[in-house]
């Protein structure tokens, strides 16, 4: 009987895990920023609420900026291929 030895890279497996998690992080990000586009579209935000909203999409689209670039993980490593769904995350 020969055995098998599964080779794990701690170090690769935690880029992957890093990966994973900024890839939930930036779809959750961009789910936002259409919901928040929809309202301010839609008038349900005072001019006050909209600059606000501005504000924050900006900061955490930086921050996303910035945790990729920390962590060596390009944008587009994020989005990932569903196969036959095509990718994850839409192309802005």
Same mark, same amino acid.
């Given at each position: ?5 599964? /080779? ?5 497996? #935690?880029?992957? %895990?890093?990966? $994973?998690?900024?890839?939930?992080? +930036? !779809?959750?990000? *961009? ?15 005072? /001019? ?5 909203? #501005?504000?924050? %999409?900006?900061? $955490?689209?930086?921050?996303?900026? +910035? !945790?990729?670039? *920390? ?22």
């Amino acid at each position: 009987m020969t055995s098998s030895r599964v /080779d794990l890279d701690s170090e690769k497996m #935690g880029r992957d %895990l890093v990966t $994973l998690v900024l890839t939930v992080v +930036e !779809l959750l990000r *961009q789910l936002m920023e259409r919901q928040a586009l929809r309202r301010i579209d839609q008038g349900d935000l005072t /001019d006050e609420q909209t600059d606000e909203i #501005g504000t924050t %999409l900006m900061m $955490l689209d930086q921050r996303m900026a +910035e !945790l990729c670039e *920390q962590h060596g993980v390009r944008p587009e490593d994020l989005n990932l291929d569903l196969g036959p769904l095509g990718s994850l995350l839409p192309r802005d």
